[in-house]
């Protein structure tokens, strides 16, 4: 976990805020839109959120991918819990957490959790999986551990 691959901004308006930015830097394609959690049972995703096995939490993400870093917003769906619909309540719009691609989980998870830091909400869209840490109260923000099935870091 070398290199900060992500910056994950939770937003009310995905569609609103990726226009901004396509206007700032005067991009003209918007980025796919995904759709994540159980809301979406047709793209196979699901969302653990606090232990919660059958959670509804869902969300709709659209990434940029700039030189160096990539860009994440996302916008929860619905009103069930989530840790996007949690941050966005408590904090508002703004930056939920760094990402770092890894290749193992368990390993991941293991230091994690001998640091203290419990796994907030974890999930899968089809091409890999995510880990959230609550890293909050140490550093201001959430680690977010990605696996992707067919890529090594």
Same mark, same amino acid.
């Given at each position: 976990?070398?290199?900060?691959?992500?910056?994950?901004?939770?937003?009310?308006?995905?569609?609103?805020?990726?226009?901004?930015?396509?206007?700032?830097?005067?991009?003209?394609?918007?980025?796919?839109?995904?759709?994540?959690?159980?809301?979406?049972?047709?793209?196979?995703?699901?969302?653990?959120?606090?232990?919660?096995?059958?959670?509804?939490?869902?969300?709709?993400?659209?990434?940029?991918?700039?030189?160096?870093?990539?860009?994440?917003?996302?916008?929860?769906?619905?009103?069930?819990?989530?840790? +996007?619909?949690?941050?966005?309540?408590? =904090?508002?719009?703004?930056?939920?957490? %760094? @990402?770092?691609? &890894? *290749?193992?989980?368990?390993?991941?998870?293991?230091?994690?959790?001998?640091?203290?830091?419990?796994?907030?909400?974890?999930?899968? +869209?089809?091409?890999?999986?995510?880990? =959230?840490?609550?890293?909050?109260?140490? %550093? @201001?923000?959430? &680690? *977010?551990?990605?696996?992707?099935?067919?890529?090594?870091?």
């Amino acid at each position: 976990m070398k290199r900060v691959w992500q910056i994950g901004v939770v937003v009310r308006n995905l569609e609103r805020t990726a226009a901004g930015l396509m206007d700032l830097f005067d991009m003209k394609e918007l980025p796919l839109i995904n759709r994540v959690g159980r809301k979406f049972v047709s793209e196979g995703c699901r969302t653990v959120y606090k232990g919660d096995k059958k959670s509804m939490a869902s969300c709709m993400t659209c990434c940029f991918e700039f030189e160096n870093i990539e860009i994440e917003f996302i916008q929860p769906c619905g009103e069930e819990p989530s840790e +996007w619909k949690n941050f966005l309540d408590k =904090y508002g719009e703004g930056i939920h957490h %760094l @990402g770092w691609k &890894i *290749e193992d989980v368990n390993e991941a998870e293991k230091l994690f959790q001998s640091k203290g830091y419990k796994e907030i909400q974890s999930g899968n +869209w089809g091409e890999g999986e995510y880990h =959230y840490f609550d890293t909050k109260q140490t %550093l @201001g923000f959430v &680690i *977010e551990v990605l696996k992707f099935y067919n890529e090594t870091n």
